[in-house]
């Protein structure tokens, strides 16, 4: 995932800078790092400490992953201070939602399994998804970047060409085609999506940055991701409101999406938060942040 957007010594383990606009003016909170994904991602299963340890300095009890909260002056973004590395990455979301990964997290979550099967439901929110996309453009050739097995892309069938990238490759529904990352270099597409990404990933503008060079100067990308509630109408957001992190590892406010776009390179054409009814593939967001935007014109041009 290495580009020109961040110099190599920028992509820390653990950050001490805003991976959306590069601050350093950051305050920090210990929180905790759910048990499911340290176990998945890292191989770090919590330790029960017992007077077997020998620990006289340490009180016995459960020991979890710790890490800090961070959180931005400048852009209000909200984060962990943990940055996954591909492998670990790969460890996470491999076999995402299957039956390995439904097994460990029914562990530690009791429940999840009956959660899971709403979660692996098409979303009820494509039709107002694919509202907002129509009012900029009307795509032919689509590319959902991190669309899974295509059951909830905004455009498949019916004249739509559709093809998906993620990075857990599995077969594709009807009306979809799955394509490699070295297929999409060679293509020309009207649009591309990337829903539910951003707030995953270590370094969300590496992700743009590959996506960026897949796209042409008329291509737009439609971004989306949950507009968390503890983001939403708070004027006061700080780093000690957020104990713990699971699998969204950065919590966006809207002008940490738009200085990560102009980071990128990114035109803003479009961007809101959007209310919806309460969904389970929300999470606790009752918003999504949604945003168009474009390749803003090279220097000269």
């Not at 899971?116 to 509202?131: C, E, H, M, Q, T």
């Not at 689509?142 to 990075?167: A, R």
């Not at 649009?191 to 539910?196: G, N, P, S, T």
């Amino acid at each position: 995932m290495i580009n020109d957007v961040y110099p190599a010594c920028e992509r820390e383990r653990v950050a001490t800078r805003c991976v959306c606009c590069g601050s350093a003016q950051l305050s920090r909170s210990p929180a905790v790092l759910m048990p499911f994904v340290s176990h998945r991602a890292l191989g770090w299963a919590p330790a029960v400490i017992d007077a077997s340890w020998g620990l006289n300095s340490i009180p016995q009890g459960t020991a979890y992953c710790v890490c800090n909260t961070l959180h931005c002056a400048q852009c209000e973004f909200l984060f962990l201070d943990i940055r996954f590395s591909d492998q670990e990455m790969q460890r996470l979301y491999d076999g995402y939602y299957g039956k390995a990964y439904e097994d460990l997290r029914e562990h530690y979550e009791p429940g999840f399994r009956e959660r899971n099967k709403v979660l692996s439901a098409p979303s009820v929110l494509l039709d107002p998804i694919r509202s907002y996309i129509l009012r900029h453009i009307v795509p032919t050739r689509i590319l959902d970047w991190g669309g899974g097995d295509g059951s909830n892309t905004p455009f498949k069938g019916e004249g739509y060409l559709t093809e998906i990238y993620d990075i857990d490759k599995k077969p594709t529904v009807a009306g979809t085609t799955s394509v490699t990352r070295n297929e999409v270099r060679g293509r020309t597409y009207d649009l591309i999506v990337c829903r539910h990404v951003l707030e995953h990933v270590p370094y969300p503008a590496d992700t743009l940055a590959l996506i960026s060079a897949s796209m042409h100067d008329d291509t737009l990308l439609y971004v989306e991701l949950p507009h968390e509630a503890l983001m939403v109408g708070n004027d006061q957001v700080s780093a000690e409101q957020k104990r713990h992190w699971h699998e969204h590892i950065n919590f966006f406010s809207v002008a940490a999406l738009t200085h990560l776009f102009a980071r990128v390179g990114f035109t803003v054409l479009d961007i809101q938060s959007s209310a919806f009814v309460s969904n389970a593939k929300l999470g606790s967001a009752g918003h999504l942040l949604q945003a168009i935007v474009k390749k803003a014109p090279s220097k000269g041009a």
